[in-house]
């Protein structure tokens, strides 16, 4: 029995962070009820997998029984304010996001500054791939879900919960907001490199792709140089530390780029590994899929279709005892 | 009231996503107590920005927690966690592989003490798997997650999220997988074992992408979906436009003076508009936004109906009225006044505005020594040893 079994979530949202806090319900047993026709290709819908439709999900009488009610301002409907379901459902727990669900996460994720810290310095600011960023609300939004039910399970009231991504995406901010208010200056985004803290920390571009390499502190950068055939670097007066390093931040790129344009992603994993330093290539998600450290977590399964089978995702919340529905 | 009001959290915890964990878990009432190593204590305690060598970053992780210094490979030092555990609910700790059990603090030796406790890790690789000894920086789990590989231009180079993604939403997962095993104890009596790995939370997020339903490429600021979305540069920042319904489009080329692409008959459509626009529509677009002040452009599409933002600055973003409100203004017990971003959760039968600092290394150490029932001179023998420090004036 999942943990959230006899849990009812009436799910109103259109978009992708209700539908991540929903999903992550559903995959510890509630049943999550969204208004509508099921839809035709279940892999089109993969977020909203495992839950039930109903086309004639009338409200407020559909919330009879509910534990949550999940909805965005736009998609909930009129007259249901919180006064006025905190009276009819004391012990209910609404969650209530302010953005809409087709662009409003993205528009949070230019205004709020988070979509200025990502891209490259010269380039344009860039959204989070894949909508990540409002996958990250859900699973927050989901968190506070969870803590709500435990205090109406405690024996207080239900809970309005008034969700911003904006206010979600600021909270992700913190180095950039502290370093303002301590230091007066805020750092701008500066690609996939940390050149005010370390270097080399970066990802440079190889024959067959991309991979990352870097060093955690000032430790190892004798073994960095050497792993790279560049030992005479090791003891240069200019370089020797990292702070000369993060300095020459654009001139030190330019001596290593070499090394890495002319080798592939499997060489320079095993040049690196060996040297013991903090490694990885740039893999795509179908190849992290394939990936054998993601194969042994079990982090992917095949979804049951009416047609065709398809991949899905699994929780990543490894948990001894509390077990996701149908290997969720 | 607080959900987690009388849960006991000892917390080994260091540096971000852990910290981030318990943050969460302290923000909505745990009881936490941060495990320092005596002497050098928590790594985050040496993290940028500081103000007068005090961490920013540890007073924004940490904040509303307790502290103890404990030297945790003295036998003394073992004997008060022990002490401690059989107090705990929760345990959380973020070390590498194999450090916990190098300290003898493994699951079963935590279970023997205290049976129902809920012990949670994680780290980069998980403590299972080929790599689970590996040490993962953000960096790498970024790269290998494909999440790396998801972000940027679809011509350009592939580009990590700015922000310390994989340990905000490691962190966040950690504190939703406690939560779950809290209801999960109330309703079975059992305890259990979280394991968490950045590189499966970063992973799963591309659920939709492996299903089929995104499509396998990174698409920069444009819309799988939708046309014309896309980030456009004017003369003074960056606008994100965000176009999703026909008579968008129209107001959209209405503001922009494009009038030859509004009468086209074969742009009507939002699927006409997808397949035509790196091809015909990108262009143009971004010349006429380029004769534009971004707040002036925003404010014009604001106007005429058309979804927008400028693309903030962080500096901007904190000094903008949407964001008022938006910082904690605590006064730490190291930096002093200090504003970091305050929970993000609004609830309205839950007070989660943060007013707590962070804790002083070793501040409540005595205080906990004490109430684990130790008498002064044993509290002084074991400061005198180096087991336990902090606390002087407790």
Redesign the interface.
């Given at each position: 029995m999942s943990v959230l079994e006899g849990l009812k979530v009436i799910d109103l949202t259109r978009g992708c962070c209700g539908a991540y806090a929903a999903m992550q319900l559903a995959d510890y047993g509630a049943r999550v009820v969204r208004p509508g026709e099921p839809p035709l290709d279940p892999a089109r819908d993969a977020l909203h997998f495992g839950m039930e439709y109903q086309p004639d999900l009338q409200l407020p009488k559909g919330l009879e029984g509910a534990g949550v009610l999940l909805a965005e301002a736009d998609t909930l409907p009129d007259g249901l304010t919180r006064s006025v379901l905190r009276a009819q459902y004391p012990k209910l727990v609404c969650a209530v996001i302010r953005e809409d669900g087709a662009v409003g996460g993205h528009l949070a994720e230019a205004a709020c500054g988070m979509m200025d810290m990502t891209g490259f310095p010269d380039g344009a600011p860039t959204l989070s791939g894949g909508q990540s960023a409002e996958c990250f609300a859900g699973v927050s939004l989901c968190f506070a879900i969870t803590a709500a039910l435990q205090n109406v399970e405690n024996g207080g009231e239900g809970a309005w919960i008034d969700y911003s991504l904006y206010d979600t995406f600021y909270s992700l901010l913190e180095s950039p907001i502290l370093f303002r208010e301590l230091t007066g200056t805020c750092p701008g985004r500066c690609g996939s490199a940390d050149p005010a803290t370390l270097v080399p920390y970066d990802v440079f571009a190889c024959q067959d792709g991309y991979f990352s390499a870097g060093l955690a502190s000032d430790a190892g950068w004798d073994r960095f140089c050497n792993a790279i055939g560049m030992s005479e670097l090791i003891d240069d007066p200019r370089y020797d530390t990292n702070e000369k390093r993060c300095e020459r931040y654009e001139e030190m790129t330019a001596l290593f780029a070499p090394f890495f344009a002319g080798r592939t992603r499997a060489q320079l994993q095993e040049i690196f590994s060996a040297a013991n330093i903090p490694s990885a290539p740039v893999l795509s998600a179908e190849e992290a899929m394939e990936n054998e450290q993601i194969q042994a977590r079990g982090m992917v399964r095949q979804a049951p279709a009416a047609r065709d089978s398809f991949p899905l995702t699994c929780s990543p919340m490894k948990m001894s005892v509390t077990k996701p529905v149908c290997g969720g | 009231?607080?959900?987690?009001a009388g849960i006991r959290v000892v917390d080994f915890t260091q540096a971000h996503a852990g910290s981030l964990a318990t943050m969460?878990l302290a923000d909505?009432g745990a009881e936490v107590i941060k495990i320092e190593r005596a002497g050098s204590g928590d790594l985050a305690r040496y993290w940028?920005?500081?103000?007068d060598g005090n961490s920013?970053?540890y007073a924004?992780l940490n904040r509303g927690k307790k502290s103890m210094s404990l030297k945790l490979t003295t036998p003394e030092g073992k004997e008060i966690v022990h002490r401690l555990l059989a107090t705990a609910d929760v345990v959380c700790e973020n070390f590498k592989y194999g450090s916990m059990e190098r300290m003898g603090l493994t699951y079963e030796v935590m279970r023997e003490i205290k049976p129902d406790i809920i012990y949670a890790s994680l780290n980069g690789?998980?403590?299972?798997?080929?790599?689970k000894k590996t040490?993962?920086?953000d960096?790498?789990?970024?790269?290998?997650?494909?999440?790396?590989?998801?972000?940027?231009?679809a011509d350009?180079?592939?580009?990590?999220?700015?922000?310390?993604?994989g340990d905000?939403?490691s962190g966040?997962?950690m504190?939703?997988?406690i939560?779950?095993?809290?209801?999960?104890r109330?309703?079975?009596g059992?305890?259990?074992?979280?394991?968490?790995?950045i590189?499966?939370?970063l992973?799963?997020?591309?659920?939709?992408?492996?299903?089929?339903?995104?499509p396998?490429c990174?698409?920069?600021?444009r819309?799988p979906e939708?046309a014309p979305?896309d980030?456009f540069?004017t003369k003074d920042g960056?606008l994100?436009i965000?176009v999703?319904r026909d008579e968008q489009w129209e107001a959209l080329c209405g503001v922009l003076g494009l009038d030859e692409l509004a009468a086209r008959a074969d742009l009507k459509t939002n699927q006409e508009r997808l397949s035509r626009y790196e091809s015909e529509l990108k262009a143009p677009i971004a010349a006429a936004a380029a004769k534009w002040e971004r707040d002036a452009l925003a404010q014009a599409l604001t106007a005429a109906g058309v979804?927008?933002?400028?693309?903030?600055?962080?500096?901007?973003?904190?000094d903008?009225p949407?964001?008022a409100g938006?910082?904690a203004e605590v006064q730490d017990s190291a930096?002093g006044a200090?504003?970091?971003?305050?929970?993000?959760?609004?609830?309205?039968?839950?007070d989660t505005k943060v007013t707590c600092s962070a804790p002083l290394q070793g501040e409540h150490t005595v205080a906990y020594l004490r109430e684990l029932g130790y008498s002064d001179l044993e509290i002084a023998a074991l400061r005198e040893k180096g087991a336990a420090e902090g606390g002087e004036d407790a």
């Open positions: - | 009231m607080k959900p987690f969460l909505m940028a920005p500081f103000r920013g970053y924004f690789f998980g403590q299972t798997g080929p790599m040490i993962g920086l960096l790498q789990l970024q790269a290998m997650s494909g999440i790396m590989d998801a972000t940027g231009a350009g180079d592939p580009v990590r999220v700015g922000v310390a993604f905000h939403l966040t997962y504190a939703l997988a939560s779950l095993a809290l209801m999960e109330k309703r079975t059992q305890g259990q074992r979280i394991d968490i790995a590189l499966d939370v992973f799963s997020l591309h659920r939709q992408r492996l299903a089929g339903a995104l396998a990174r698409l920069g600021n819309s939708y979305c980030g540069r960056w994100l965000q999703v979804p927008c933002s400028p693309v903030h600055t962080v500096a901007e973003a904190m903008s949407r964001s938006l910082l930096l200090v504003r970091f971003p305050d929970s993000h959760f609004h609830i309205d039968t839950i």
